[in-house]
């Protein structure tokens, strides 16, 4: 298969009418301008019903260490993982580490499912981002923001049809704080509607596993311009490096 370069068409503003010219249109009103003058000439270009379309890949080093990129939700995470996988291959944890970079997490939440079936650990931890608030349009949401530690998810839920949420079992919560207490590292804390991550349904995997979800802060997601903090990320993976460097090998989810 290969790339065919489009763009997303627009009214010309000097044509938009007035009732139009600030509305952002609804997304089967847009169309993607790949330069065929017909079906068939899109046809014979490899373009058919079904092909997917995404943001072309963009990476721009901003000042303070930070990035604005395509796709920084989840690809951070996963290279937070790739960083994880080095540093614990020469570590020796006491416990047994799977880590797991799954995908259909922004289709249906449950791609991490599969592996949690496999392997039914005895807890698991989610690294997603959290949206940053700490812009002059977000004022007053929330207080997560840029290059101030990674975030730890008391409570979210999606608000919205069948998918649900996750409030963290405590004896992870207390982990993760117990790690970042004793590294020094501020850690920001965020409970939130309309955030959720595949934690959300691995929690109901075979007897239940204990979850908690750690994040690194970024702005304008789910854009062609996500943007984030690579200290942020840096001190993500080692607090993620901490808490599974030093995870109990006994642990369970018993409240008793």
Known sequence: SQIISGVIGTISHHLTPDD????????EEMYVDIGAKSKTDALALGVEVGSPAFYEPKFTKLAN??????????RAGCAVLVKLAERLSTSKPAANIYLVGSVQEEFNLRGAMVAAQ?????????LDLAVSTDTPDMKGVNELALDKGPIIGLYTFHGRGTLN???PHPKMV???????????MNLQRHASVGMLTDAS?????????PCVDLAWPTRYTHSG????S??????????????????PLNFTGSRI
Do not use: H, M, W
């Open 225 to 228: 311009i996500e943007t984030c």
């Open 65 to 74: 260490n930070r990035i604005a990129a395509t796709s920084v939700d989840d």
């Open 165 to 167: 949420g996750l409030i």
């Open 20 to 27: 139009k010219k600030y509305v952002v249109p609804k997304i």
């Open 230 to 247: 690579l200290n942020d990320l840096e001190n993500l993976e080692e607090l993620a490096f901490n808490v599974l460097k030093d995870f």
């Open 118 to 126: 496999q392997i039914k650990p005895n807890a698991a931890i989610s």
């Open 201 to 209: 349904y691995v929690q109901f995997v075979d007897n239940g596993i």
């Open 174 to 184: 207390k982990i993760v704080e117990d790690s970042a207490t004793k590294l020094k």
